[in-house]
């Protein structure tokens, strides 16, 4: 028994020790294919690394050379034709302004002649009133009627004929107008 012991011990001693080369064996390839791996990384790490920069660089340029494009024919004539347009309408705003300007005046001419001819020669009557065709807010306002402690010396408005007005009316109420009162 003792030959089959160390038959076996011998055995289980081999067994142990090609189970230890074994597993050296493996880990050094392990370790072995792990630097390659490593190795492999770095260098697609670095390959990657150098084609962003690559790519930064492009694209830094094409920025660069956007900025500094020159313009486009059709671009240049549609900016030649807007400052034109723009240069025609300043004129015509101008020329606008103008002739706001001689029409309001002109209308102040008016009001001052027609004041002068009819309200100051027409003091003593209560229907002559001031024209006031321009103001300062540039509306026209309307005449009040001129309290003399009486009733309102403006004729009442007449309500409309009913039925058509087919009737004839008479030359003299047909044509009269309200009274003003001067302000």
Not at 39 to 44: I, S
Not at 45 to 57: C, P
Request: aromatic share 4%; charged share 40%.
């Amino acid at each position: 028994m003792s030959d089959t012991k160390r038959e076996h011990e011998e055995a289980i001693r081999s067994c142990e020790a090609r189970f230890e080369q074994d597993r050296l064996s493996l880990t050094e390839d392990l370790k072995a294919r792990e630097e390659s791996l490593v190795e492999q990384l770095e260098t697609e790490k670095f390959g990657l690394r150098a084609e962003i920069d690559s790519v930064k660089q492009e694209l830094e340029e094409e920025q660069e050379r956007w900025k500094t494009r020159p313009s486009l024919p059709a671009d240049l004539d549609r900016i030649k034709s807007l400052q034109s347009e723009l240069q025609k309408l300043a004129s015509s705003e101008q020329q606008t302004r103008e002739q706001m300007t001689y029409f309001k005046n002109e209308l102040e001419n008016r009001e001052t002649n027609y004041n002068r001819r009819f309200v100051s020669s027409n003091r003593g009557r209560s229907d002559a009133t001031a024209l006031r065709v321009v103001t300062e807010n540039a509306v026209a306002t309307k005449p009040k009627a001129k309290s003399n402690g009486t009733a309102s010396s403006a004729a009442p408005r007449r309500k409309p004929v009913r039925g058509g007005g087919t009737r004839k009316k008479k030359a003299s109420t047909a044509t009269r107008l309200p009274k003003i009162t001067k302000k």
